[in-house]
């Protein structure tokens, strides 16, 4: 918004933070008699004053509740229907609850290096070994007679 449009033209080029202490003959359709009505009125003298003052605020957000695009109470209460039913239909949608038991991993569980031992290898051809009482591939043992081994 260009504020040159709503002030009085010796106002014009000046800062929001400058307006919003100045009187209210700034403004564009506030004259002397207008200003003075408004003080006795609602006790206002400057902008801020004035934009700040519940009465004004209470008529704008009735202006914003039926503002074209705002909902009529058979509206809201078939959209709110709607709202419900689209949740029941979907309830996986909805973000997980705190209370659902997950709870946050503080520390890592032990991971083998895979440069020295892919996929522990070594562990699981000692497993084997033991449990089959004899050498198997992948064993420090047989490292020459791996597949692939040179």
Not at 34 to 45: D, M, P, S
Not at 49 to 67: C, G, P, Y
Not at 102 to 113: D, Q, S
Request: glycine letters at 6%; proline letters at 5%; one cysteine or more.
């Amino acid at each position: 918004m260009n504020i040159d449009t709503i002030v009085n033209e010796q106002y014009c080029g000046k800062s929001p933070q400058e307006l919003v202490d100045a009187p209210l003959t700034a403004l564009k359709g506030i004259g002397e008699k207008e200003a003075r009505a408004l003080q006795e009125a609602f006790n206002v003298t400057t902008i801020a004053e004035l934009a700040r003052h519940q009465v004004i605020a209470n008529a704008f957000a009735i202006e914003m509740i039926a503002a074209p695009g705002s909902l009529s109470a058979s509206e809201t209460a078939k959209e709110t229907l709607l709202d419900d039913a689209v949740e029941m239909t979907f309830p996986a949608s909805d973000p997980i609850s705190v209370d659902s038991g997950i709870t946050r991993i503080e520390v890592a569980p032990e991971k083998v290096e895979a440069a020295r031992d892919h996929q522990n290898a070594a562990a699981i051809a000692a497993n084997n070994e033991q449990a089959c009482g004899h050498t198997n591939v992948g064993s420090p043992q047989t490292k020459s007679k791996d597949i692939g081994s040179a």
